[in-house]
């Protein structure tokens, strides 16, 4: 079965200071994983996703993530974090059924940044 | 290019009453999404359809929910006899036909769209 903990709620940063979102996915076969960030009262945006490629995924706004199998890990990280950046971000594993993806969320992490 | 359309953004329902959700996907899309966001928690997929199929509702209540999504117009999520504990936030998403050849294992990104708020009064 396909599952994904994201380890915390709510993450506090200084501007500048760098981000790191950390998620843990449990998979039956090999997964493609993505972020989503949402910003109040909006949809879901996407970061970036993992699909079996290079295991160092980049993203945008300066995001990256790291898929490593070993850890069954995919934590997000960014080296320098902005006041714009704060939002909830979502890590989600697909679950690939005959042609389209179901897409399990995690509970969110809540990033909020100070100046 | 619109991204995904849904409307209204936000709705406000009597217990007892209808509610309907609509959502017009990205151009060229034809498969839609729909998803329940309860306060303070992840999505959860409810149903997913093709134009004038629904291929899998395993996460839609048994119950006073519908969806749809017809030959012409947008997607309807459908709620009837609203409950206090509807009140959610509802999103829709969608995603492009697979490219040929690659039915089975196709993953294609979901675009969402920013979201129906349903407070059931």
């Known amino acids: 079965a396909q599952s994904v903990t994201q380890l915390d709620s709510h993450v506090s940063v200084s501007e500048g200071t760098p981000v790191l979102l950390r998620c843990n996915y449990s998979s039956s076969y090999s997964p493609s994983l993505f972020w989503y960030v949402q910003h109040p009262n909006k949809g879901l945006q996407l970061l970036l996703k993992y699909t079996s490629a290079a295991t160092l995924v980049k993203g945008i706004n300066g995001f990256e993530a790291e898929f490593k199998k070993s850890e069954t890990s995919f934590h997000l990280t960014k080296p320098s974090a902005h006041m714009s950046d704060a939002a909830e971000y979502f890590c989600?594993?697909?679950?690939?059924?005959?042609?389209?993806?179901?897409?399990?969320f995690g509970a969110g992490t809540r990033l909020a940044v100070h100046p | 290019n619109a991204g995904v359309m849904q409307n209204p953004r936000h709705l406000v329902r009597r217990r007892g009453q209808e509610a309907r959700l609509r959502c017009s996907p990205m151009?060229?899309?034809?498969?839609v999404y729909w998803y329940r966001q309860l306060p303070e928690e992840g999505l959860k997929f409810m149903v997913y359809?093709?134009?004038?199929?629904?291929?899998?509702e395993s996460g839609m209540p048994k119950e006073r929910f519908s969806a749809e999504f017809p030959k012409e117009g947008p997607s309807i999520l459908r709620i009837q006899q609203v409950v206090r504990g509807d009140s959610a936030a509802y999103f829709c998403?969608?995603?492009?036909?697979?490219?040929?050849?690659?039915?089975?294992?196709?993953?294609?990104?979901?675009?969402f769209g920013d979201g129906t708020r349903l407070s059931i009064l």
């Open positions: 151009k060229g899309h034809s498969h």
């Open positions: 989600v594993v697909s679950l690939v059924l005959g042609g389209y993806n179901k897409l399990i």
């Open positions: 998403a969608s995603s492009p036909p697979s490219p040929p050849g690659q039915t089975i294992y196709s993953n294609q990104p979901q675009h």
């Open positions: 359809l093709q134009k004038e199929n629904i291929i899998d």
